[in-house]
């Protein structure tokens, strides 16, 4: 999304003599960027500014490449304490969880069950970095019931596991590719291809005519 965006300070950014943004407490430039483009051409900014949210700030554009980032007004920027279960309790996951649930229409994003749900981190970032539980984007969740929540970090533990085998180079083609797939292709037929790959030239054959046959329609 940032693309070759930067950072810059605000006595950094004073020291550009630029018009606006003078007032913030950091500037992002973003210029050539997704986000530049998502920001200023009607692009869906509501997880953007969710995520900003959730680190106690808002944001306002000064050039169409520039954005300034201000604290919100009694935000609490003190590093919190206790255990991971206690930092579930704080207002500011219980907002954030509740987002997860209503963005699933209240149903689990795995089974569909219409359950007591649990909002799910996908991914956690470099334990140094120190994020809370709350300063994650939407996209890094997933609503889900009881059952689905406990089979899937077992699920998440093999493909950790899976990724160790795999260079970065290798993980980085698997992603791209299988998102390309995905999005053409229904997921079923995707891992049914996937698992025929072998020996059997009949299999594989039947596997890339079921493929075909559910392809996503073009323009």
């Avoid at 999304?1 to 992002?28: C, P």
């Avoid at 149903?107 to 749900?117: F, I, N, R, T």
């Avoid at 799910?120 to 994650?136: M, Q, S, T, V």
């Avoid at 093999?158 to 083609?173: C, G, K, M, N």
Wanted: charged share 25%; hydrophobic share 35%.
């Amino acid at each position: 999304m940032l693309g070759d965006a930067e950072f810059y300070t605000i006595e950094q950014w004073k020291a550009r003599d630029e018009d606006y943004l003078n007032y913030s407490l950091l500037v992002l430039v973003i210029d050539g960027s997704t986000l530049h483009t998502m920001l200023n051409f009607g692009g869906d900014t509501s997880e953007f500014d969710d995520l900003i949210d959730s680190f106690g700030f808002s944001y306002a554009l000064g050039h169409s490449w520039s954005m300034g980032f201000y604290p919100l007004d009694g935000y609490n920027f003190s590093a919190t304490v206790g255990t991971y279960g206690q930092k579930l309790r704080d207002p500011r996951w219980r907002r954030k969880a509740q987002m997860v649930k209503d963005r699933s229409d209240h149903a689990c994003q795995d089974c569909g069950a219409k359950a007591p749900l649990e909002a799910h981190h996908c991914y956690y970032a470099d334990l140094r970095e120190g994020f809370e539980p709350w300063e994650y984007p939407l996209s890094a969740f997933r609503a889900l019931c009881r059952s689905c929540h406990q089979a899937r970090d077992r699920t998440e533990i093999r493909v950790r596991a899976f990724a160790a085998s795999r260079t970065q180079v290798e993980l980085e083609d698997l992603i791209q590719s299988l998102g390309h797939a995905f999005y053409w292709y229904p997921p079923a037929a995707v891992s049914k291809f996937l698992d025929a790959l072998g020996p059997d030239e009949k299999h594989i054959r039947a596997a890339v005519a079921e493929l075909r046959s559910g392809r996503a329609e073009t323009d």
